[in-house]
């Protein structure tokens, strides 16, 4: 299957600092990308829909000012949590479709990347 | 809107039993459903899909699911579990509306598998 890259898979980061977070199609271009949160042991939950060109569409209840996302090519979108807090970490995982035709009939995940805020 | 129930947070079973993961959907429209896995501090790896026509769909790993609209069900089955099944599960609903459908995703559950 294609292959979606996230990079970095953990870091750690300062109380107040910003952290930015890649994710990437390898082997094919997507004009759609999502981001979710995942807390532990429990589901993921969408924060954003990455649109190549266009701003992101965020979810009820995500802050689009404290989670940036840009996607301005179509193979990387980015999420950037600015003025990171503890309660911001999280597993925050994307995932990036095939274009039409036959995009909507899977979705693609990177391997997570890990924040912890301290 | 669409809604996923995973009955069970988690399922033990033994090596080499059947392995049966319940999931059920509400959705408005003909859904997609899919089932993925994850491993410890990974994504997720799909499973398998159910998009249109028969209604068996096999996956990877000796995975399958049956969609059954009568009962908006989608259950996953393994008829013998092996110790590397052992994981988070999750079943998930689309739309058929297009690259920007999103994935709703159930809570999970977790797949014990003991000697």
């Known amino acids: 299957g294609a292959v979606v890259s996230q990079h970095p898979s953990w870091v750690i980061c300062k109380s107040g600092t910003s952290v930015k977070i890649e994710c990437r199609s390898l082997?094919?271009?997507?004009?759609?990308m999502f981001w979710y949160r995942q807390f532990p042991k429990q589901s993921l939950m969408l924060m954003a829909t990455?649109?190549?060109?266009?701003?992101?569409?965020?979810e009820q209840g995500v802050e689009k000012d404290k989670f940036l996302i840009n996607h301005a090519s179509l193979t990387l979108s980015t999420l950037t949590v600015t003025s990171a807090h503890p309660e911001d970490s999280s597993f925050y995982i994307c995932?990036?479709?095939?274009?039409?035709?036959?995009?909507?009939?899977?979705?693609?995940f990177g391997q997570g990347t890990r924040l912890t805020v301290v | 809107a669409q809604s996923v129930t995973q009955l069970g947070s988690h399922v033990s079973v033994s090596e080499g039993a059947l392995v049966l993961l319940r999931c059920n959907y509400s959705?408005?429209?003909?859904?997609?459903l899919f089932w993925y896995v994850q491993y410890p501090n990974q994504g997720l790896q799909l499973l398998l899909k159910?998009?249109?026509?028969?209604?068996l769909v096999k996956g990877i790993n000796g995975f399958e699911a049956e969609f059954k609209k009568s009962e908006t069900s989608f259950h996953l089955t393994k008829p013998s579990a092996h110790m590397s099944d052992a994981a988070e599960y999750f079943c998930?609903?689309?739309?058929?509306?297009?690259?920007?459908?999103?994935?709703?995703f159930g809570t999970g559950t977790r797949l014990q598998v003991t000697l």
């Open positions: 082997d094919f271009q997507a004009t759609t």
């Open positions: 995932s990036a479709r095939f274009p039409p035709p036959a995009g909507n009939t899977e979705a693609f």
């Open positions: 159910y998009t249109t026509g028969a209604t």
């Open positions: 998930a609903v689309s739309d058929q509306g297009g690259t920007a459908s999103k994935l709703t």
């Open positions: 990455s649109n190549e060109g266009s701003k992101a569409t965020y």
């Open positions: 959705s408005s429209v003909p859904p997609y």
